[in-house]
């Protein structure tokens, strides 16, 4: 079983930047994705950033060129380094890992919120 601690959430302004950090401990199957997902306020969970082990980068429309992920697997962490923040941003975020037939885990989530 996976566990993924998320933390780097927070207050900031528009305009402002945030880095997000997943730490993921436990057996994590080799071909996987590893991805942030975010929630708004009575809004329905909506990808953000995936980053499969092969390289693949996907992104959400509507973060693409504002946030990036990465991973350090010597750490066992996933980032989101996320920039140019708009209120439309605020929510929840989830980090998430995808193992296919392995099956898959959710963090317990990190709270953003941006003011206008």
């Known amino acids: 079983q996976v566990q993924l601690v998320e933390s780097g959430g927070g207050l900031v302004q528009a305009g402002g930047s945030l880095n997000l950090s997943c730490v993921w401990s436990?057996?994590?199957?080799?071909?996987?994705?590893m991805g942030w997902y975010r929630q708004g306020p009575g809004k329905q969970r909506e990808f953000v950033a995936g980053?499969?082990?092969?390289?693949?980068?996907n992104y959400g429309a509507s973060v693409k060129g504002r946030f990036t992920i990465s991973g350090d697997n010597a750490k066992n962490t996933l980032y989101l380094q996320m920039n140019s923040l708009k209120p439309e941003d605020t929510g929840v975020y989830y980090c998430?890992?995808?193992?296919?037939?392995?099956?898959?885990?959710w963090g317990q989530g990190t709270q953003v919120t941006v003011s206008s």
């Open positions: 436990g057996s994590v199957f080799s071909r996987n994705v």
């Open positions: 980053l499969a082990s092969g390289g693949n980068i």
């Open positions: 998430n890992v995808y193992m296919g037939l392995y099956g898959d885990s």
